[in-house]
């Protein structure tokens, strides 16, 4: 199993080898601690719960603190599972740390996070419409969307109409990112680019599974 949690702290730029200026996003990965190794003979499926971020045991509930607290775990305040195959928890132990070492220079990861609320919006926000012309008494329609429906059959709008609405805020992975800097001793992952997410998000890094070996 090779995951973690981490969060965003920011965008910078480094300089690789050849002066080339490389933009980086800074990710705080772990440390993360097995939390719960579930498996499929008691829970139907394999999986590996890593708990990410301290927090005051106030803040979390009594089951939440009895969870954490069979293994001597500090007080965790993020619980995510990574999903396996059956057999590939290998020596992982309940109640381990795991560090940001086990990712590698040159290694391609996916990163999971939130992406930032927008808010409502409208099509040319939201979807990239154009607005219409100005003239010939277009006085307040300029940034309507126009016609989304038809007056002959089926006489309806049609589903997955780009319109507007909610944007932002959706679950949103970069895959693909390489990895620039691993600093071990201050729990700080560099990849090449950006990834989603207002910086203190909480994000997930993964190996990356569509990359071509």
């Not at 001597?72 to 309940?94: H, I, K």
């Given at each position: 199993?090779?995951?973690?949690?981490?969060?965003?702290v920011?965008?910078?730029?480094?300089?690789d080898?050849?002066?080339?200026?490389?933009?980086?996003?800074?990710?705080?990965?772990g440390?993360?601690?097995?939390t719960?190794?579930?498996t499929?003979?008691?829970?139907?499926?394999?999986?590996?719960?890593?708990?990410?971020?301290?927090?005051?045991?106030?803040?979390?509930?009594?089951?939440?603190?009895?969870h954490?607290?069979k293994?001597?775990l500090?007080?965790?305040?993020?619980?995510?599972?990574?999903r396996?195959?059956?057999?590939?928890?290998?020596?992982?132990?309940?109640?381990?740390?795991?560090?940001v070492?086990?990712f590698?220079?040159?290694e391609f990861v996916?990163?999971?996070?939130?992406?930032?609320?927008r808010?409502?919006?409208g099509?040319?926000?939201?979807?990239?419409?154009?607005?219409?012309r100005?003239?010939?008494?277009?006085s307040d329609?300029?940034?309507?969307?126009?016609?989304?429906?038809?007056?002959?059959?089926?006489?309806?709008?049609i589903?997955?109409?780009?319109?507007?609405g909610?944007m932002?805020?959706?679950?949103?992975?970069?895959?693909?990112?390489?990895?620039?800097?691993?600093?071990a001793?201050?729990?700080?992952?560099?990849?090449?680019?950006?990834?989603p997410?207002?910086?203190?998000?909480?994000?997930?890094i993964?190996?990356?599974?569509?990359?071509?070996?």
């Amino acid at each position: 199993m090779k995951g973690m949690i981490g969060k965003k702290v920011g965008m910078t730029q480094v300089f690789d080898d050849r002066g080339n200026v490389v933009p980086v996003t800074v990710i705080e990965a772990g440390p993360c601690y097995i939390t719960q190794i579930r498996t499929a003979d008691r829970d139907g499926y394999t999986a590996v719960q890593l708990g990410f971020g301290t927090t005051k045991p106030t803040r979390l509930t009594k089951g939440q603190i009895g969870h954490l607290q069979k293994h001597n775990l500090p007080a965790l305040r993020v619980l995510r599972e990574f999903r396996v195959r059956s057999g590939d928890t290998g020596d992982l132990q309940e109640g381990a740390e795991i560090k940001v070492d086990i990712f590698a220079h040159g290694e391609f990861v996916d990163v999971i996070g939130t992406s930032k609320g927008r808010g409502w919006a409208g099509t040319i926000k939201r979807h990239g419409f154009h607005r219409q012309r100005k003239t010939h008494g277009q006085s307040d329609r300029e940034r309507a969307p126009g016609s989304v429906g038809m007056c002959a059959l089926p006489g309806r709008t049609i589903k997955g109409q780009k319109m507007a609405g909610r944007m932002g805020n959706d679950r949103v992975t970069m895959q693909n990112l390489q990895v620039v800097r691993v600093d071990a001793e201050k729990n700080l992952l560099a990849v090449r680019g950006s990834i989603p997410g207002a910086n203190g998000g909480i994000v997930v890094i993964r190996p990356a599974v569509k990359k071509q070996k």
